[in-house]
């Protein structure tokens, strides 16, 4: 596998980075994950978009105009010959220096991006939907910044697994605010209900696809905190994600939830984003 290192195209076994690189000590950089779907990056601008603002949230100045990691993107495709459904992964971190809190006065920051093949989710488990487990938010104040920082993210997914889920509805003072890696989406009455942009969650971009298809389509839409408790009264449940697209949620605690099913506003919904992505 071909990936790019600081400016260079070299084989994966090659790419090392020294033990002081920030990533490596204190998770000081920021990332990202888009999709390619039939060899087209999706939504790549708006994935650059929130890495400039990750990067200036964290006073990191990237080292180029992330625009142009869109051919580093193609040419990585290229090189690996990857069509079809792929996934790139991008993270610049603070760069190497030695292990001290406060921000090097010379380092340059480490970029390094990846592609691989994507595992595709199939349909017939976005058709069936899967179980969550509830999990209190251990993250920080600053869940908007796509930051390497996810040790609490971690434990929530581990947790999740081990429970025989795929991921947690993470709660903080009482509300449901999104997944472990992904947004929290809930139908109630016809109406498409998701917890606001702020500094709780990230500003998915995927969600933000959705919402729009949603008022394309004539789906009510409110952007409000969902307690807890109104999580129980929610006629259909997903998660969004880049490489998860919109997974129903059936049960959360090993009780039926969201209907037990895939909700007729949620396949609507997965077949609209589906020909966004894949124009088909
Ligand atoms: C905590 C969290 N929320 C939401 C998302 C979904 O964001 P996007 O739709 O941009 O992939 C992710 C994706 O990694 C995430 O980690």
């Known amino acids: 596998m071909i990936v790019y290192l600081n400016g260079s195209f070299i084989p994966h076994e090659q790419a090392v980075v020294p033990v002081e690189d920030r990533a490596n000590n204190f998770g000081d950089g920021i990332y990202e994950v888009v999709s390619f779907a039939d060899g087209c990056l999706f939504a790549f601008e708006e994935h650059m978009d929130r890495l400039r603002y990750s990067a200036r949230e ?25 069509a079809g459904y792929a996934s790139l992964y991008m993270q610049i971190s603070r760069g190497v220096a030695p292990r001290l809190h406060a921000f090097p006065a010379q380092a340059r920051p ?12 199939p349909d017939e488990d976005r058709e069936k939907g899967r179980p969550a487990v509830t999990l209190p938010d251990l993250r920080w104040g600053r869940c908007d910044i796509k930051s390497l920082n996810l040790l609490p993210n971690v434990l929530a997914k581990q ?14 003072d009482g509300m449901a605010i999104e997944g472990a890696a992904s947004n929290l989406f809930a ?34 839409c409110l952007e409000e905190p969902i307690s807890a408790e109104a999580v129980w009264k929610a006629d259909e449940l997903f ?12 049960k959360i605690d090993g009780k039926v939830a969201g209907g037990g099913r895939r909700g007729p506003v949620s396949a609507r919904l ?3 984003l589906h020909r966004e992505m894949w124009g088909k």
């Open 187 to 220: 139908v109630f009455n016809g109406t498409l209900v998701t917890h606001p942009k702020g500094p709780h969650i990230l500003g998915g971009i995927t969600r933000q696809h959705i919402l729009r298809l949603a008022e394309s389509l004539g789906i009510p």
């Open 270 to 272: 997965q077949t609209g």
């Open 159 to 172: 947790a999740a697994a081990k429970a025989g889920a795929q991921d947690a509805i993470l709660i903080r």
């Open 110 to 121: 480490t970029v390094y991006i990846a592609a691989k093949p994507g595992k595709y989710v």
């Open 58 to 82: 964290i006073q990191l100045d990237l080292p180029e105009d992330p625009s142009r990691y869109a051919a580093v993107a193609e040419r990585l495709m290229t090189e690996n010959s990857l």
């Open 239 to 250: 998660f969004s994600g880049t490489m998860l697209e919109i997974m129903p949620i059936t």
